[in-house]
């Protein structure tokens, strides 16, 4: 599996999801690779402060072929 990779935006609206980090890899919906460019991204996500407003559980990988 590869990891998703992502950029994290500041505001919720620029998202194309809302996100919430999980630490054990199990958990995750989805595993992700934080890119600093919006171009180099999959996707964009929003890191929200609260579980229960987030759309998507998501693991931080520490390269994109993480598996």
Known sequence: ?????VYLVDKHWEADARA?????????QMIVYPVK????AQTCLYLVPRRQDAELKIFFARNPAET
């Open 1 to 5: 599996m590869l990891a998703v990779k």
């Open 20 to 28: 919430w980090v999980v630490k054990d890899r199990r958990e995750a």
């Open 37 to 40: 460019e919006r171009w180099d």
